[in-house]
């Protein structure tokens, strides 16, 4: 099987003067009510067959896919998905955060779900094409958070009923252009922990970004709400003591005496590449990143003796959000700081970076247009 770069050609565009650009810019539809409720004009297309590898690459209108209903991922979840966001800056330039790490992690997906790698190379060129094709739908940048939030995909694409990896596969990356996760602003939200249901076991897929996952999590999630709480923090399957994530962020503790804590990655949990961006900004903020097994017991005991005086939960579509309070079926416990000083100070950072308030001394964020 020959293996060759794929192009993703984008549609012909007009040749357009600078004015022409900037009115489509400011012509960009909406933002819809909720977040990802919307999505932008293309796509980003590739199939996959064991016998020929990759293919078919292209940009192309939105529209939606023909399924068969015997379509091998609707009985047996064999699919993978990555967020990521393109920002444009002040000067009206359009910039991508880490899309080599999202890339890698991709390809860490698709092997656990037993899909097919697609070249990073070939990842980041789907992408790139993809925001510089629909660069009109990135907000403004002086409409606070607002950016276009990118959904690769990749599923199986073969009609049969039997319980084997699939032969022909379907790759594709969708737009929508997104406000703030929390649509009333950044502020405190109550966490449910439970101690019952689990998202992800030892030896499972907890480490891939799979649909099932998410789909584990929406019973809790749903009891959550029932109880005035936002999001659910999960415990370890075995033991049910050792926190892993919320349903889908990543959670982290600042102490009194300048430690960021979070769980250590043990398989049943997603490598976050906002939660990698925090710990190494850690270093420039004067904390002392530490990844370590955390015990809810041992959190509710430092709560209660403030040596635990923030938390907040991490990810790309909620970038970093306050965490007030833990709540389970023994009572609440508020945090002494629920919206402390260095959970601001790190939002702030990662967001002054991403959209290019700031230099990016890290070389994370990359120029598309």
């Given at each position: ?19 022409e ?77 880490r ?47 607002k950016s276009?939030?990118l ?15 699939a ?71 075995v ?15 600042v ?15 997603l ?99």
């Amino acid at each position: 099987m020959t293996t060759m770069t794929l192009s993703f050609a984008a549609p012909d565009r007009p040749h357009w003067s600078d004015q022409e650009r900037i009115d489509e810019i400011h012509a960009a539809p909406k933002i819809g009510q909720h977040f990802g409720e919307q999505v932008s004009d293309h796509m980003a297309v590739a199939d996959w067959t064991v016998s020929n590898g990759w293919s078919g690459d292209a940009i192309t209108d939105y529209q939606p896919l023909a399924v068969n209903p015997a379509n091998a991922v609707l009985h047996y979840a064999q699919e993978i998905f990555e967020g990521l966001k393109a920002y444009r800056h002040a000067d009206g330039s359009v910039w991508l955060f880490r899309p080599d790490e999202n890339a890698r992690r991709f390809n860490a997906s698709a092997t656990r779900l037993a899909l097919p790698h697609l070249p990073e190379e070939d990842f980041l060129t789907a992408v790139r094409q993809l925001v510089a094709t629909d660069a009109r739908w990135v907000p403004d940048p002086g409409s606070g958070e607002k950016s276009l939030y990118l959904r690769p995909v990749m599923f199986a694409n073969d009609d049969f009923l039997g319980v084997a990896p699939a032969g022909k596969v379907r790759f594709a990356i969708l737009g929508s252009p997104v406000g703030a996760y929390f649509s009333d602003g950044v502020r405190a939200v109550d966490i449910w922990v439970e101690r019952h249901e689990v998202r992800a076991v030892p030896g499972g897929t907890g480490a891939a970004k799979c649909g099932g996952n998410y789909a584990a999590s929406l019973t809790a999630q749903l009891a959550a709400q029932d109880r005035g709480c936002a999001q659910v923090l999960f415990l370890d399957a075995v033991e049910h003591t050792w926190i892993e994530e919320l349903g889908g962020m990543n959670f982290m503790a600042v102490t009194s005496d300048g430690r960021l804590l979070t769980p250590e990655l043990t398989g049943s949990i997603l490598s976050g590449i906002t939660r990698k961006s925090i710990l190494r900004l850690a270093h420039d903020l004067d904390l002392v990143p530490v990844e370590r097994r955390i015990s809810i017991d041992e959190l509710h005991d430092a709560v209660r003796a403030g040596t635990v005086q923030e938390a907040f939960a991490c990810g790309t579509a909620a970038v970093v959000t306050p965490i007030g309070a833990l709540v389970d079926e023994n009572g609440r416990f508020e945090l002494p700081s629920p919206i402390g000083e260095v959970t601001m100070t790190i939002r702030q950072r990662l967001l002054d970076i991403q959209f290019g308030r700031v230099e990016d001394p890290y070389g994370w964020t990359q120029q598309v247009c």
